[in-house]
């Protein structure tokens, strides 16, 4: 039974990396903030906004998209082997 227990609250601190990759695509950054680097998902965002208003770097801005997208759901899986690592170390 604590078994059952215990790989419960192991999924439930787990994150879902495609949760993280939706949201950097509908705001950028919020990948990152969703799989714990709050700051690097802010910056990210400020430079993206800050990018797309200026005409000659909007390209810069879309790239600076992708990346966080790519950060946020790299950063999430990297989360949850730290999570599994720590699960099987106490065991």
Request: hydrophobic share 55%; with cysteine.
């Amino acid at each position: 039974m604590n078994d059952v227990i215990e790989a419960a609250r192991l999924q439930n601190n787990l994150k879902n990396p495609i949760v993280a990759l939706v949201l950097g695509f509908f705001i950028p950054g919020a990948g990152q903030m969703y799989a714990g680097s709050i700051m690097w998902g802010v910056i990210s965002l400020i430079l993206t906004i800050v990018l797309a208003i200026t005409i000659v770097a909007s390209p810069l801005a879309f790239v600076v998209w992708l990346v966080s997208m790519f950060c946020g759901y790299s950063g999430t899986k990297k989360v949850n082997e730290k999570i599994l690592q720590a699960a099987s170390d106490a065991n």
